[in-house]
């Protein structure tokens, strides 16, 4: 993924006292997504959200803040 991809805005980077990185995963596979959840446990200051294929567009569109609901409706 692009540095943009990877939770910044497209004006740049954001601030960390301002807003938490986001992280999507996107995985049919429970391990992965069991792994993804107990990493963001570990991690402060990241927002990670795990996603089924079937939502990845959501996914995407949360990563890239141009949602701001972590979950589809």
């Known amino acids: 993924m692009s540095g943009c991809e990877a939770g910044e805005s497209p004006a740049g980077p954001a601030s960390a006292t301002t807003r938490k990185l986001r ?3 996107v995985a049919d596979e429970h391990w992965v997504r069991v792994a993804s959840r107990i990493e963001s446990a570990l991690i402060p200051g990241v927002h990670y959200e795990v996603y089924d294929r079937e939502h990845a ?3 995407r569109a949360w990563l890239l803040r141009q949602t701001d609901d972590p979950r589809p409706r």
Do not use: E
Request: hydrophobic residues 85%; aromatic residues 0%.
């Open 23 to 25: 992280v999507a995963i």
């Open 57 to 59: 567009v959501h996914a």
